[in-house]
């Protein structure tokens, strides 16, 4: 069986089961594949060394190879604060406004993929397959190709694609794209990406696109294709029905005293909606005057990037909104909006979701967002929540059920709080159903066994095809 190599900005140490610690969906699905396949990950170890001297630090932990490198203080600060989190997060989140186009930014990004390039090259053996994460390393796979490297190399990107209009703001836009085209498959969350990109090589490289979505390059066919990813839903799913899960659940079942609770959970970034969040909940209890004491908002939001500014600026927003709204709607035995800017383990946070009647997913633009999974895949299907999702999540085009929303209307979202707090049983079952067959279906096995399929291609031999 060919061996799997995982290229992501970050590694994620497997850690053995029921030990402490939050470990993300990803990493659990990343790290059995990589036990199957006797793989290697790779990536930044998160560790900062006052000059890059190229040591890999190679690590057997559960089963899975992880090989790290150490980064320079010039090459975070350019490449991950810089290129990847100031220019192609909010590009790629359509937010030209927060877009930072600094020249240093583009060579320390190009310099760490190459310094990427050259510490995994002597990793890879002549059968492996290469799997590339995400927008920090679009162009990894062509530096590996000029290395010699002639396996088959798969890059998969969990951010939108912005429309061509958008992206041909950045400078050297066409030099990035045509890296991306050593891959031989490129995946995205949802058509919607999908299709931004294929409009590109279309308008701007001229390059016609197979019915299939096979598109032809310099004498190669790529595959460029939707991935949609999941949960790991029995992860997930055994770990809502845990003690630790139900203890959490009771306790904050018992802290709102009968309350009806809204839960949001997102890493703090200006693409959650967090801001347009809270004012239409502010317009809610402005609005439902009647109902103002009897609601909870219970938003957890852990501080991410706080070295870039755009990222302190929301958290100062965030914290004055949620000042305003507590101040005008409080009294002494009572805050409606509960702002936690910490982390749980993912078991606590499944009770956290339960004990929410309504869970509140409102980004302005999202590749796919789990979280909305995970509040269906929490909920207790006798009695579940509702969930309230924007339509400009990935997830929107799977999760037609829920009641979609425009995070921009305030108005709209507030009516839609109030429908929803109002639901009757029947039709919340009725919705939880059709959502949770999806979440089952389209887990994370399924995102990570489709993708590796789709990477073996045609030489995949029905033999290597079972063994996934
Ligand atoms: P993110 O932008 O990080 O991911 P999301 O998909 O919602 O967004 O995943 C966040 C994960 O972090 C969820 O599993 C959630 O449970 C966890 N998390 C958030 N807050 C937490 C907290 N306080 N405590 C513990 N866990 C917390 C990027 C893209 C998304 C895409 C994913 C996966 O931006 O669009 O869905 O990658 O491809």
């Known amino acids: 069986m060919s061996r799997l190599i995982v290229i992501s900005n970050r590694v994620s140490v497997p850690k053995a089961a029921g030990a402490a610690g939050a470990q993300g969906g990803l990493a659990v699905a990343l790290n059995s594949a990589l036990r199957e396949h006797r793989g290697i990950w790779f990536g930044w170890s998160g560790q900062e060394v006052e000059e890059f001297t190229g040591h890999l630090d190679m690590q057997r932990n559960q089963g899975v190879t992880t090989a790290t490198i150490d980064l320079e203080p010039q090459d975070i600060e350019e490449y991950y604060n810089g290129y990847a989190n100031r220019t192609l997060w909010p590009l790629f989140h359509y937010r030209i406004d927060l877009t930072e186009y600094d020249r240093n930014f583009g060579e320390g990004y190009e310099r760490v993929n190459a310094r990427f390039a050259d510490s995994v090259r002597p990793l890879i053996e002549p059968d492996d397959l290469v799997w590339v994460h995400d927008y920090h390393l679009l162009p990894l796979g062509s530096l590996l190709r000029a290395k010699g490297v002639k396996n088959r190399m798969g890059l998969f990107l969990h951010t939108p694609w912005p429309p061509t209009r958008l992206l041909v703001s950045l400078p050297f836009h066409e030099r990035l794209v045509e890296s991306m085209l050593a891959y031989n498959v490129i995946g995205f969350q949802t058509e919607e990406w999908l299709n931004s990109f294929l409009h590109y090589l279309e308008k701007e490289m001229g390059l016609p696109i197979g019915e299939d979505g096979h598109v032809e390059y310099q004498g190669r066919k790529i595959l460029c294709k939707a991935f949609p990813i999941g949960i790991d839903f029995k992860e997930f799913t055994e770990g809502a029905n845990s ?21 949001g959970v997102d890493r703090l970034d200006y693409s959650k909606g967090l801001g347009e969040r809270f004012e239409s909940f502010g317009r809610f209890l402005a609005d439902n005057p009647e109902q103002a004491s009897q609601v909870v908002l219970l938003q957890i939001a852990p501080p991410s990037r706080g070295d870039v500014a755009s990222y ?13 709204i507590n101040g005008a709607y409080a009294d002494v035995a009572f805050v409606p909006i509960r702002y936690v800017n910490r982390g749980y383990p993912r078991r606590q946070l499944a009770g956290f979701y339960r004990a929410a009647e309504v869970g509140l997913v409102t980004p302005l633009r999202d590749g796919m967002n789990l979280v909305a999974k995970e509040y269906i895949a929490a909920q207790d299907p006798e009695d579940p929540g509702v969930l309230i999702l924007s339509q400009f999540a990935g997830s929107a085009l799977q999760l037609k059920d829920a009641l979609q929303v425009n995070p921009h209307s305030i108005e709209h979202v507030s009516e839609t709080i109030k429908l929803a707090l109002a ?46």
Request: charged fraction near 45%; aromatic fraction near 6%; proline fraction near 2%.
């Open 312 to 324: 302190q600026q929301i958290r100062e927003d965030l914290e004055r909104k949620t000042g305003h």
């Open 243 to 263: 003690d630790e899960a139900k203890e959490a659940h009771d306790k904050l079942k018992a802290s709102v005293r009968g309350r009806k609770m809204l839960i």
């Open 423 to 468: 639901m009757p049983l029947e039709e919340r079952r009725r919705r939880h159903e059709a959502l949770y067959d999806s979440v089952r279906d389209t887990d994370v096995v399924y995102w990570r066994e489709e993708f590796v399929r789709a990477l073996f291609g045609e030489e995949a031999t029905p033999d290597t095809r079972e063994s996934l």
